[in-house]
T-cell receptor
């Protein structure tokens, strides 16, 4: 099994550009989340989904959109990139919810210049 | 004050030593406690999972939860250079609640 697959691994954007970070899992997990990780700040939840067609905001949702049309895929869209969105982004999935533990992808390193 | 406090380190110890990593928390409603290991430029991976109080052992790793003191620990016996990583604690009040994360402790095991 591939687990959680994120693409791309690296990306450089100019301020104001938009892009979509892709996330796919093959474990039939209903619960999926997007986190960003910044030095000294740990993991912060951006958006999450409890199943296809259902999404909700996390701690830092501004500037990001998500959709969940299938169980497998959970893309994260940056609407108009800002330097403050320079970060490492992780997608994670869970069978029963975050309290049972996540499987993480390998991350996308995003730099906004 | 953060809900979960974790010393960022780095913590540097010689190979073979016993390592103790800790987190303190303020929310007495937390019931689920986890430790994740994150190697450089990789995603976190779930290492240990504990529900409520007590100890849990898995090979060289022991997770301990003291709810009365709001304190959790991860012990690593016979530490190896391959244990060098950042260790993140995470906790949750239940299925309708998100995980609250510590900032992570960077551990370095010197050969």
């Amino acid at each position: 099994n591939a687990g959680v697959t994120q693409t791309p691994k690296f990306q450089v954007l100019k301020t104001g550009q938009s892009m979509t970070l892709q996330c796919a899992q093959d474990m039939n997990h209903e619960y999926m989340s997007w986190y960003r990780q910044d030095p000294g700040m740990g993991l912060r939840l951006i958006h999450y989904s409890v199943g296809a067609g259902i999404t909700d905001q996390g701690e830092v949702p501004n500037g990001y959109n998500v959709s969940r049309s299938t169980t497998e895929d959970f893309p994260l869209r940056l609407l108009s990139a800002a330097p403050s969105q320079t970060s490492v982004y992780f997608c994670a999935s869970s069978y029963q919810g975050p309290q049972s533990g996540y499987t993480f992808g390998s991350g996308t390193r995003l730099t906004v210049v | 004050q953060k809900e979960v406090e974790q010393d960022p380190g780095p913590l540097s110890v010689p190979e073979g030593a016993i390592v103790s990593l800790n987190c303190t928390y303020s929310n007495s409603a937390f019931q689920y406690f986890m430790w994740y290991r994150q190697y450089s430029r990789k995603g976190p991976e779930l290492l240990m999972y504990t529900y409520s109080s007590g100890n849990k052992e898995d090979g060289r790793f022991t997770a301990q939860v003291d709810k009365s003191s709001k304190y959790i620990s991860l012990f690593i016996r016979d530490s190896q250079p391959s244990d060098s990583a950042t260790y993140l604690c995470a906790m949750s009040a239940g299925s309708n609640y998100q995980l609250i994360w510590g900032a992570g402790t960077k551990l370095i095991i010197k050969p």
